[in-house]
């Protein structure tokens, strides 16, 4: 089955660290571009970051920018989003999206809360 | 960085009535190398991820039932259901996809009068 399946959420301090999975199935992953997107519990979806096919470029909402990174492992399918210096307002379900302009397949996401 | 908006808010419509949603963008997404406009609307109905109904505008993805449709250009917008059905109760989002940072509209949320 064609699925993006997200993993690594959980509970963070604030100024903690945190790295998001996301793991591909059943197609050519390293051909496609990938999108992570998060939202708040009950709020509206925020694009967060984007990767190129072979990791060489990104882009990052200004909101997140200097303290996530965004990375791929073409070889795992795998795609991540290294999360350092945590806020509350971080908290959120984070979706990975794979591109085709627009996001045409979604994971289920998972959620991170940065609470102390 | 362009801006999306929504409207309304939330609309309640009764069964097999007509819903339209609007989204307004602050700069055109219509692009000059593709000569399109690239404005997708997503659905997202309770508990799920979201789930891509138009691309291009207008385009309706496959599998995207035929009551829902998606028209304008530039920098205004309009996602329409001719004949809402139960199913249909979600919350729609546009989003731009022209260039970095993709930005979605707040979201218009859709119930069953």
């Known amino acids: 089955e064609v699925q993006l399946v997200e993993s690594g959420g959980g509970l963070v301090q604030p100024g903690g660290s945190l790295r998001l999975s996301c793991a591909a199935s059943?197609?050519?992953?390293?051909?496609?571009?990938m999108h992570w997107v998060r939202q708040v519990p009950g709020k509206g979806l925020v694009w967060v970051s984007r990767?190129?096919?072979?990791?060489?470029?990104?882009d990052y909402a200004d909101s997140v920018k200097g303290r996530f990174t965004i990375s791929r492992d073409n070889a795992k399918n795998t795609l991540y989003l290294q999360m350092n210096s945590l806020r509350a307002e971080d908290t959120a379900v984070y979706y990975c999206?794979?591109?085709?302009?627009?996001?045409?397949?979604w994971g289920r996401g998972t959620l991170v809360t940065v609470s102390s | 960085d362009i801006v999306m908006t929504q409207s309304p808010d939330s609309l309640a419509v009764s069964l097999g009535e007509r819903a339209t949603i609007n989204c307004k963008s602050s700069?055109?997404?219509?692009?000059?190398?593709?000569?399109?406009?690239?404005l997708a609307w997503y659905q997202q109905r309770p508990g799920q991820p979201p789930k891509v109904l138009i691309s291009?505008?207008?385009t309706r993805e496959s599998g995207v039932p035929d009551r829902f449709s998606g028209s304008g250009s530039g920098t205004d917008f309009t996602l329409t259901i001719s004949s809402l059905q139960a199913e249909d109760v979600a919350v729609y989002y546009c989003?731009?996809?022209?260039?970095?940072?993709?930005?979605f509209g707040p979201g218009t949320k859709v119930d069953i009068k």
């Open positions: 999206g794979r591109e085709n302009w627009f996001i045409d397949l």
């Open positions: 059943e197609f050519s992953f390293g051909t496609r571009w």
């Open positions: 990767i190129n096919t072979d990791g060489s470029s990104t």
């Open positions: 700069q055109s997404v219509l692009h000059s190398s593709t000569k399109r406009n690239h």
């Open positions: 291009w505008a207008s």
């Open positions: 989003q731009h996809y022209y260039s970095p940072p993709f930005s």
